[in-house]
């Protein structure tokens, strides 16, 4: 008799990524008005109502892209410490941007932790590449989005580095 069901990891991997974002939005919802609505933006900035539902489905691609490497791998084992652990520390800088630029308001240490999501996003795309190309693909929107957010916060950092 099965203990897990077939279609949990799927679910499980899925919705992984949406842990951080969820709690990461209590954060940002609180700045949004206070702090963040004060700060000069580019006139290519996304209204806010943008930023929810494509993280949402960011979020989504990851985490059944990870899904398909865990599953194509045979799990966690020997072959799937770099491929899932890039995810992993990816998943850890993602998280750790909100926290740092809304909730720290710390707008170049935010740029830093966006280029270093950006950087292990890369690397884990590459590594998925070989293993699946489905989940590589599904890394695209994610790279593409995590280029314009690092572009949005190195413009509202240099646009803003002198307010207190």
């Known amino acids: 008799m099965e203990v897990v069901p077939a279609w949990a ?20 919802k609180r700045e949004i008005p206070a702090w963040y609505r004060t700060l000069q933006k580019p006139s290519w900035c ?15 691609s990851m985490g059944y892209g990870s899904y398909l490497v865990w599953k194509e791998l045979g799990g966690f084992n020997e072959k799937s ?3 899932l652990g890039l995810y992993a520390g990816n998943l850890a800088f993602n998280w750790a941007w ?24 890369a690397a884990m795309t590459a590594s998925w590449y070989n293993i699946n ?14 280029s314009l957010a690092s572009a949005l916060n190195y413009r509202i950092w240099k646009d803003n580095c002198n307010k207190k």
Request: hydrophobic share 50%; charged share 5%; no cysteine.
């Open 9 to 28: 990891p799927a679910v499980g991997f899925t919705l992984l990524p949406h842990v951080g974002g969820f709690l990461g939005s209590n954060i940002t």
């Open 46 to 60: 996304p209204p806010n109502w943008v930023f929810a539902p494509v993280w949402g489905t960011l979020y989504t």
């Open 81 to 83: 410490v770099v491929p």
């Open 98 to 121: 909100t926290p740092i630029f809304f909730g720290a308001h710390k707008m170049g240490w935010g740029l830093v932790t966006l280029l270093l999501t950006t950087g292990t996003a």
């Open 133 to 146: 190309r489905t989940a590589a693909y599904l890394m695209v929107p994610y790279l593409a989005w995590l």
